[in-house]
């Protein structure tokens, strides 16, 4: 992960405010659940859900509009993990015909327990804002929250077409 700067003048707190107080668009949604792929909460019963999101067509609340003068494509979305969530390690899948960046900018300070591992780098000491680039748009990564706070991060997808 490279670090490019912090840019904490682009998040309003009152977004933080409405995610915390309303339910985003539960990720992966029902229907897509595999029955047998349960993730344990800290309630002691089963949640399926890997994280809340938020993003343009979701929320009329969030305006986001970072400018990308490197790219005139890209996408956002807010991910909400509340404690017990987790993003099992992955791999992003790409639209071939794209030159394509990730970032990753969280919404508040690290706080123990707020997880998220790139490669076999675990990402610590991060500040509200702190801009990240992943090094490699294929990298495993994995998220989650083993904390008593919310976990709020921001993703963005930027692309040229080739």
């Not at 993003?55 to 990308?68: A, G, H, M, R, V």
């Not at 000491?125 to 008593?148: C, I, Q």
Request: aromatic share 18%.
């Amino acid at each position: 992960m490279k670090y490019l700067g912090n840019y904490c003048d682009w998040i309003n707190d009152e977004w933080i405010d409405i995610i915390n107080s309303q339910p985003g668009k539960r990720v992966p949604q029902e229907q897509d659940i595999d029955k047998n792929d349960y993730i344990f909460d800290v309630n002691n019963s089963f949640n399926h859900v890997y994280y809340e999101q938020y993003d343009s067509e979701y929320s009329d609340n969030i305006k986001l509009t970072p400018s990308w003068p490197m790219y005139s494509n890209f996408e956002w979305w807010i991910v909400k993990q509340t404690t017990g969530m987790l993003i099992p390690m992955h791999q992003d899948e790409f639209e071939s015909g794209r030159i394509h960046k990730r970032y990753w900018m969280p919404f508040q300070d690290y706080t123990p327990g707020h997880i998220f591992l790139y490669e076999d780098k675990l990402i610590t000491d991060y500040k509200k804002g702190d801009l990240f680039e992943f090094d490699d748009n294929l990298a495993v990564h994995y998220s989650g929250n083993a904390s008593y706070s919310t976990r709020i991060v921001l993703q963005i997808s930027a692309w040229e077409y080739v």
